[in-house]
T-cell receptor, first 110, second 114 residues
Framework: GENVEQHPSTLSVQEGDSAVIKCTYS??????FPWYKQELGKGPQLIID?????GEKKDQRIAVTLNKTAKHFSLHITETQPEDSAVYFC?????????FGQGTILTVHP | EAEVAQSPRYKITEKSQAVAFWCDPI?????LYWYRQILGQGPELLVQ????????DSQLPKDRFSAERLKGVDSTLKIQPAELGDSAMYLC????????????FGPGTRLLVL
């Protein structure tokens, strides 16, 4: 099945800095790559997604880039704020279902 | 804004007991998913429904887990008997269709088996 690797597992930044989380996937047929934010005790919330026909997508302070040749995609958060602190998951839809990475715990220090 | 509803939010049970979780997807969403999330890991798919039919239950431990979506709307996931290793967050998600459609998650049910 699909294998999604996510790095780093923890990320600590100062407020206002940028944060980058990277994922790789194994199924070359994957064509949909969402990113979810999960706060303590809550379900994952979709924050941005990208499909394989584009290389980059941006929504205010959040951007995602996709390199299909290398089978990796990244989440970029600029001007981080304390409320960005959460666990972030990437996913890929290989073999007909979403497979999630192991998650990145992002901590933004005021 | 429409949301996926789940109940209960928390459940504590003793091993060998039966437990059941309920999910009501976003109205109009044909595809419903049950995931299990162990603490510190990403969600893992247990079962996927398209309307009332199961399309993927390859990761569902069928000796003790069952899931149904009788009328193609809400769904129930049951565990009988519960084991200590079943302690996890059980998440329900829905999407308009399957195959690359955005999945929206509910708040989850946190299960603790003692």
């Amino acid at each position: 099945g699909e294998n999604v690797e996510q790095h780093p597992s923890t990320l600590s930044v100062q407020e206002g800095d940028s944060a980058v989380i990277k994922c790789t996937y194994s199924d070359s047929a994957s064509n949909y790559f969402p990113w979810y934010k999960q706060e303590l005790g809550k379900g994952p919330q979709l924050i941005i997604d990208i499909r394989s026909n584009v290389g980059e997508k941006k929504d205010q302070r959040i951007a995602v880039t996709l390199n299909k040749t290398a089978k990796h995609f990244s989440l970029h958060i600029t001007e981080t704020q304390p409320e960005d602190s959460a666990v972030y998951f990437c996913a890929a839809n290989g073999y007909g279902k979403l497979t999630f990475g192991q998650g990145t715990i992002l901590t933004v220090h005021p | 804004e429409a949301e996926v509803a789940q109940s209960p939010r928390y459940k504590i049970t003793e091993k060998s007991q039966a437990v059941a979780f309920w999910c009501d997807p976003i109205s109009g969403h044909a595809t419903l998913y049950w995931y299990r999330q162990i603490l510190g890991q990403g969600p893992e798919l247990l079962v996927q429904f398209q309307d009332e039919s199961v399309v993927d239950d390859s990761q569902l431990p069928k000796d003790r887990f069952s899931a149904e979506r009788l009328k193609g709307v809400d769904s129930t996931l049951k565990i009988q008997p519960a084991e200590l290793g079943d302690s996890a967050m059980y998440l329900c998600a829905s999407s308009l269709r399957s195959g690359g459609e955005t999945q929206y998650f509910g708040p989850g049910t946190r299960l603790l088996v003692l």
